[in-house]
């Protein structure tokens, strides 16, 4: 038998459970509502060269204002859209707005190109008609096909390999450049590299938050960044906080980085601002 306490304690956890399953429920519904109303927003992340600073491209990030919540983090709420299906959607959408602002940005200042990088979900990627709907999104906007950036994730890599390479293939050979995002944090990482065509690695913020206090961790970084360097691949840090942070990946030859440090997440007319303001 169970003593009373334990039995208390038990009825509070399932209470608890069943209190987050409503709220995921609830959320999905809202997500669903969003969608329909198009209250998704995005905000654009300068990713800067270390050495000199330059903004080279942006980070386009979903943003959903919810009527109650306030702001919900993408950390929450893409993966119950990965869940529901509602990403396929969601992420057409974002492909979209974003190379629609790239491509305004880009005939406004053509001598200063910029590329748009957009982050693409497992579900998007391997949904039959994504590699189409990217080049109806350039053919639609115009803007020329390096300029656009998809970051995936290591875990599109595994399993089901020949035809998300195959679609890798059609993109890059169309100019599209490819990125792995959060790099490091996958279980794969170095080995597959060489046989995965990429062209960025966007080392994931977990490494950088402990170079400083690691000599190790920073032995670590460098080594990946003298191999995406072998292999030909440029390195973008990501969660740049610290000049000491930035200090030490430029002193690594890590030639580009986003973070704090150097700018937030920015509407799109504050990102339009820092661009028009520029020599
Ligand atoms: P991510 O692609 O790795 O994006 C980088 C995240 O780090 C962003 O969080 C950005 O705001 C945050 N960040 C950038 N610099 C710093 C820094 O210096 N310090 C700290 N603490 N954070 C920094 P965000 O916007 O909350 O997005 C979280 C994740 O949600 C993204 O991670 C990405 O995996 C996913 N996500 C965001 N937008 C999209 C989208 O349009 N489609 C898909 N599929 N996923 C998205
Ligand atoms: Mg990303
Ligand atoms: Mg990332
Ligand atoms: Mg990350």
């Not at 209190?19 to 609830?26: C, T």
């Not at 994730?153 to 890059?172: F, K, P, V």
């Not at 740049?240 to 150097?262: D, N, P, S, V, Y």
Request: charged fraction near 25%.
């Amino acid at each position: 038998t169970v003593p009373a306490s334990g039995g208390a304690r038990w009825r509070r956890y399932e209470a608890k459970l069943h209190a987050e399953v409503l709220d995921r429920m609830q959320l999905r519904t809202d997500l669903d509502r969003a969608f329909a109303e198009d209250a998704f927003q995005l905000a654009y992340q300068p990713i800067v060269e270390l050495g000199s600073g330059r903004t080279v491209g942006f980070e386009a990030l979903l943003r959903w204002p919810h009527p109650e919540r306030g702001m919900v983090s993408p950390a929450l709420f893409i993966p119950l859209a990965e869940e529901s299906g509602l990403i396929v959607d969601l992420g057409a959408w974002v492909l979209r707005t974003a190379v629609a602002t790239a491509s305004r940005w880009h005939r406004e200042r053509p001598q200063d190109p910029m590329y748009m990088s957009v982050n693409v979900s497992v579900r998007q990627f391997r949904s039959p008609e994504f590699v189409d709907q990217v080049f109806a999104e350039l053919a639609r906007s115009g803007l020329p096909a390096h300029l656009l950036t998809l970051e995936i994730t290591e875990s599109l890599l595994l399993g089901e390999h020949e035809q998300i390479h195959a679609d890798i293939a059609r993109l890059r050979a169309a100019g599209i450049k490819m990125s792995i995002d959060d790099f490091g944090t996958g279980y794969s990482s170095l080995s597959y590299l060489h046989r995965v065509p990429v062209d960025t690695l966007k080392l994931d913020k977990s490494f950088v938050d402990t170079i400083t206090t690691s000599a190790q961790q920073l032995d670590l970084v460098r080594g990946i960044i003298q191999l995406a360097a072998i292999l030909a691949l440029d390195v973008v840090a990501e969660g740049i906080e610290t000049e000491e942070e930035h200090g030490l990946l430029f002193e690594a030859r890590c030639r580009f980085g986003q973070g704090f440090l150097f700018n937030r997440p920015l509407t799109e007319a504050d990102a339009h601002t820092l661009i028009a303001k520029r020599e």
